[in-house]
């Protein structure tokens, strides 16, 4: 018998961490039974994988660029996904492109994330007003936070200069983590 209201949520770092787990899972885990057993966690859950189904999609048709981890790529990898990647060091600049067999533009912002708990992306195309991404997740000990552009829309700029700030905010302000410069020119042909 499931539940309608559930007196024990189950918070939604575990179910991104459930959601994302790759491999079988132990028999009688306590979380699945439980998500087997709530219809309001089981509706939580089934809200996350339709949401990771359209950030998904969005990305794969180019509309949106967005954070990603390491297990997104691996697993975009698995699918034959192609990705041309450029790493960039604080305060670093770049030439990048992309060719006609790249699925994913990937870009490895190299930082010190150490006691950063908020991080916002802020991102300037030369030109355009600048947009803040507010609160990325990012890990202590990442070392680089990963950005990524599906190819469609990536494949439609000419020639443009883009600058990524990441700014560790905290109650006493921001703190700058790095400044990177990407000079996309379009492969010619």
Do not use: N
Not at 65 to 87: I, K, N
């Amino acid at each position: 018998m499931t539940r309608e209201r559930c007196d024990r949520p189950v918070e939604l770092a575990a179910l991104v961490d459930y959601w994302l787990e790759e491999g079988e899972r132990p028999e009688g885990d306590p979380l699945e039974e439980h998500l087997l057993g709530c219809a309001s966690c089981g509706a939580r859950l089934q809200g996350l994988v339709d949401l990771t189904d359209g950030v998904r999609r969005l990305a794969r048709e180019g509309a949106v660029g967005m954070v990603v981890t390491p297990s997104f790529l691996d697993r975009a990898a698995s699918e034959g996904l192609r990705a041309r990647e450029y790493r960039v060091a604080p305060g670093g600049r770049v030439d990048c492109t992309v060719t006609p067999e790249d699925d994913l533009l990937v870009g490895r912002l190299q930082g010190d994330f150490a006691g950063v708990s908020r991080l916002d992306v802020v991102v300037q195309e030369e030109g355009r007003p600048e947009h803040r991404i507010a609160d990325v997740p990012v890990s202590h000990d990442a070392g680089e936070l990963i950005v990524a552009q599906a190819m469609p829309a990536a494949r439609a700029w000419g020639k443009r200069r883009f600058r990524f700030r990441l700014l560790a905010r905290d109650t006493t302000g921001e703190r700058l983590v790095g400044e990177y410069t990407f000079d996309h020119t379009p492969t010619p042909g």
